[in-house]
């Protein structure tokens, strides 16, 4: 008996590295309280802190999203090919003896996120997944775009299609510190409230003035912090009186370096400054070449008479509204 079109996984495997969210909202998309979920994270070595400890933020969170969910840590290598080949074949056997040691004559579906995992990794575990034959299940792979709008899919049966991670995401009430939880850090003001932004049908939620923490003791302030269709958007006010381009280039590095620890590097940044149009180009240039930094993706320039909360209000727009 085959059961091909059943909305969750039974296995759902993600490779996590520094930046959590794509898991989190494929977890989201594909796990109910009976998928196994298994979490591929690279293991620390002298040159690499690896990514554990990202893994175990997210499952804490995910546990509270899905009651009773089953959630299992493997540890990878982070680039060695013969390593890495090692650990996708013990998975799939491991997942070939549990299925063997069930009762149920269903066809079991297996979803590969590889969002977050090193090239390496990802075409490695894509390559051994989506080639693998076998009656007793099917396999899909699931892949987060750069923009964080949609979710490719990829199955053995057809050529694929693609769905705008807003839609899944609705049907959760995420708030803004389900997303910094994920990547170590939580609302120093456990009575902070989040108000969703007027003409947006509450679908956007924002905080003003929040400061965070991890577990580290390591505190970030934002002036503002906005949390649209899974994403966050994190709002700075330029503090640069002297209107010099070196310290402008500073304070946005800064404010990434922020951005990154809060919400990894697909989160996005508005930037309020006193900068006219030849200083935010010569900005984006700067940037871009000496920090390698996606600045036209992820920063937005408002000069200081708009608003931050204008700015978001059309972001929700542009993408669609609801």
Do not use: W
């Not at 508005?270 to 240039?285: G, P, Q, S, T, W």
């Amino acid at each position: 008996m085959e059961n091909n079109d059943k909305p969750y996984a039974d296995y759902l495997i993600c490779l996590i590295g520094t930046n959590p969210l794509p898991a989190f909202i494929t977890i989201l998309k594909n796990a109910d309280k009976d998928t196994k979920i298994k979490l591929v994270y690279t293991e620390a070595t002298e040159n690499n802190i690896g990514s554990k400890n990202v893994a175990e933020n997210l499952s804490e969170v995910v546990k509270e999203k899905i009651s009773g969910i089953n959630i299992e840590f493997i540890e990878c290598d982070k680039s060695d090919t013969k390593k890495i080949e090692n650990c996708a074949a013990n998975l799939i056997d491991a997942i070939k003896k549990d299925i063997a040691d069930g009762i149920s004559c269903d066809r079991k579906r297996i979803v590969l996120d590889y969002s977050s995992g090193t090239k390496v990794m990802s075409a490695l575990f894509t390559e051994r997944f989506i080639n693998l034959k076998d009656s007793i299940f099917t396999v899909t792979i699931s892949y987060i775009g750069d923009d964080d709008k949609k979710i490719f899919i990829y199955n053995q049966e057809d050529s694929g299609e693609s769905i705008y991670i807003k839609k899944v995401l609705n049907k959760f009430n995420l708030s803004i510190e389900d997303i910094t939880r994920i990547h170590g850090y939580s609302l120093k003001d456990k009575n902070s409230q989040e108000k969703s932004l007027e003409n947006t049908n509450d679908k956007v939620k924002y905080l003003l003035n929040p400061e965070f923490i991890s577990s580290k003791e390591t505190r970030i302030k934002v002036d503002e912090i906005y949390l649209l269709n899974g994403r966050l958007i994190l709002c700075f006010k330029s503090k640069n009186k002297n209107n010099k381009k070196t310290e402008y280039k500073r304070e946005l590095f800064r404010f990434k370096d922020i951005a990154d620890k809060l919400s990894g590097n697909r989160s996005e940044i508005i930037y309020k400054c006193n900068c006219d149009e030849e200083m935010i180009y010569k900005l984006k240039k700067d940037i871009k070449s000496d920090y390698e930094y996606e600045i036209e993706r992820r920063i937005t320039f408002i000069n200081e008479n708009e608003s931050f909360q204008d700015m978001v209000i059309k972001k929700y727009k542009n993408e669609g509204g609801n």
